[in-house]
C-alpha cells in the first residue's frame, strides 16, 4: 500500500523538486492540466509588464529594433529546438497549431507531388483533422486524405502516398506512436512524415533529427507554458528547407520584407514558413514558458512524468476499485506520453465534482477523464492527494447533483 509519506519522501529526492519555483501554482489547487493550459512562469508577470511599459510603452516601434522584437519567432524556436531533439535552425515559433499544420501539409503536398494522398488516424485531435480537410477541400481533385485505425496505419502505405500527418501523443488516450519506426517505415515508402507534437513538447524526449522527422508542430501553451492562446511552433528538416513552399507567404517570410517589393521571394532556412506580423506580447509570455526549461534535462522530465502516471495509475486501481472506472491509456509507461485517462460514463460530473474539491483535471467527450502531469511543477504528493479526493467523491454521492451536470462551453 503506497501512503502519502511514501510519495513525500519520493519528492525529497526528485531531481526536478526545485523546477516548482520557477511557477505560481496556488498552493489550494492540484493542477493535473499542464497538458491543456501549462502553469503561469513565475517570471512571465513581471516580463509582460516590461514589454509592455518599457518596450512598447517608452519605447514604441523602435522595439523591433531595439529590443529584437522582429527576432523573437527565430529566438524561442532555437531555445525549443533542444527540447525536441532539433539544430537550432530547423524551429521557430509562429501563429497556432493549427496554422502551422496548414502551411506544412500544404508545403509537404507540394515537395511530394504528384503523389496525392494524405494519411492520418481515424481519432486524430479535430483540428488536425479539419484542417486537413479543408486543405484538401480546396485542392479539389489534386489531393485526397485517408483516415485509418491506429493500428492498420503502417499497412495503409503505398506508392500513392505522398504526407503522413500523426499526433505523437493522442490527446485523449495519451497513447504514444513509435515516431523512429513510423517515419523510416514511410520514408521507405516515399512518403514524408510531420508530426504534431503538442502533446510531446515539454514532456517526452524527443528526437527529431535522429528519427528523421520531416516536419514538425505543435501548442506553445501546454508542456511550453507560454500562456493562454500562446504562439505555435514549427520544425522543417534542415534538408527540406531550400525546396519547401509554404502556402501563406505572407511578407514575414520574405526574402527582404522592408524592400517591399511586388514579388513574393522565400527567406532563406526556417524563416520562409512565416506569415505575418508575430504577437509580440504573446512571444513574449512563450520566451518566459520556454525559459522554465533552462538547465533542464529532458531524460529527467520524461523518467519523472512516467513515475508520475504509474503512481496515479497504482493508486487509482486500489483506492477507487468497484468505483466503474476504466483505463483507457496505456498502463506501460514507455508506450504513454505524460498523462492518464480514466473512462467513465459519468466522467463529466466527476471531473466537476473533482475541480470542487480543488483538483483540477479535464473531460473529453463521450467519457474520459484526462489527467496531465507536468514535470517541472507537479510532485509525487500531488498524485496521493489527488486520488484519495477522487476516491472520497467516487465512494459519496455528491457527484450526481445536478450542478455537476450543467456543461460549460469549455470541457
Ligand atoms: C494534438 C493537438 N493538435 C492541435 C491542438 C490545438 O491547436 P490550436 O492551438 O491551433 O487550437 C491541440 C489542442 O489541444 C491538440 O491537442
Known amino acids: 500500500m503506497i501512503t502519502r509519506a511514501d510519495c513525500e519522501h519520493r519528492d525529497t529526492e526528485d531531481p ?15 493542477y493535473l492540466d499542464g497538458n491543456s493550459l501549462g502553469a503561469l512562469p513565475a517570471a512571465t508577470p513581471a516580463r509582460l509588464a516590461d514589454v509592455t511599459e518599457k518596450e512598447w510603452g517608452a519605447d514604441l516601434i523602435r522595439s523591433w529594433n531595439a529590443h529584437d522584437w522582429i527576432g523573437l519567432p527565430a529566438r524561442i524556436g532555437a531555445r525549443i529546438a533542444p527540447l525536441i531533439g532539433a539544430e537550432c535552425g530547423e524551429v521557430i515559433a509562429a501563429d497556432s497549431t493549427s496554422v502551422n499544420l496548414f502551411k506544412l501539409a500544404a508545403a509537404g503536398l507540394r515537395l ?8 492520418s488516424e481515424r481519432g486524430n485531435f479535430p483540428t488536425d483533422l479539419y484542417v486537413l480537410q479543408g486543405l484538401v477541400g480546396m485542392l479539389g481533385g489534386a489531393a485526397e486524405l485517408r483516415l485509418v485505425a491506429r493500428e492498420d496505419i503502417p499497412s495503409a502505405f503505398d506508392e500513392s502516398l505522398a504526407l503522413l500527418v500523426l499526433t505523437h501523443i493522442h490527446y485523449k488516450t495519451g497513447a504514444l506512436h513509435d515516431m523512429n519506426a513510423l517515419t523510416q517505415a514511410a520514408h521507405a515508402a516515399g512518403a514524408l512524415v510531420l508530426w504534431d507534437l503538442s502533446h510531446s513538447a515539454g514532456a517526452v524526449e524527443l528526437f527529431l533529427d535522429r528519427d528523421r522527422a520531416d516536419f514538425a508542430i505543435g501548442c506553445g501553451y501546454k508542456y511550453l507554458n507560454g500562456g493562454p492562446g500562446a504562439p505555435a511552433f514549427l520544425f522543417v528538416a534542415e534538408h527540406l528547407q531550400k525546396q519547401l513552399r509554404q502556402p501563406l507567404s505572407g511578407w514575414m517570410g520574405h526574402a527582404a520584407p522592408f524592400e517591399f517589393g511586388d514579388e513574393y521571394r522565400p527567406a532563406e532556412g526556417i524563416a520562409r514558413t512565416l506569415c505575418g506580423t508575430p504577437a509580440v506580447l504573446a512571444m513574449a509570455a512563450l520566451a518566459e514558458g520556454v525559459a522554465t526549461f ?39 509507461a514507455d508506450q504513454r506520453g505524460s498523462q492518464v485517462a480514466l473512462r467513465h460514463a459519468e466522467g463529466y460530473a466527476i471531473i466537476q465534482a473533482l475541480i470542487e474539491q480543488g483538483v483540477i483535471g479535464d473531460f473529453r467527450a463521450p467519457d474520459i477523464l484526462r489527467f496531465g502531469f507536468a514535470p517541472l511543477y507537479t510532485r509525487y504528493a500531488d498524485i496521493w492527494d489527488a486520488v484519495d479526493r477522487l476516491a472520497a467523491i467516487t465512494t459519496g454521492a455528491r457527484w450526481r447533483e445536478e450542478r455537476f451536470q450543467i456543461r460549460a462551453a469549455v470541457t
Request: positive net charge; proline residues 5%.
Open 112 to 119: 511530394n507531388a504528384p503523389r496525392r494522398v494524405i494519411l
Open 294 to 332: 533552462d538547465g533542464i534535462a529532458m531524460r529527467d522530465v520524461r523518467n519523472k512524468s512516467k513515475a508520475l502516471g504509474d503512481l496515479f495509475l497504482a493508486l487509482a486501481l486500489s483506492r477507487c476499485a468497484g468505483a466503474g472506472f476504466e483505463i483507457a491509456c496505456p498502463r506501460d
Open 16 to 30: 526536478l523538486a526545485h523546477a516548482r519555483a520557477r511557477f505560481r501554482v496556488p498552493e489550494s489547487v492540484i
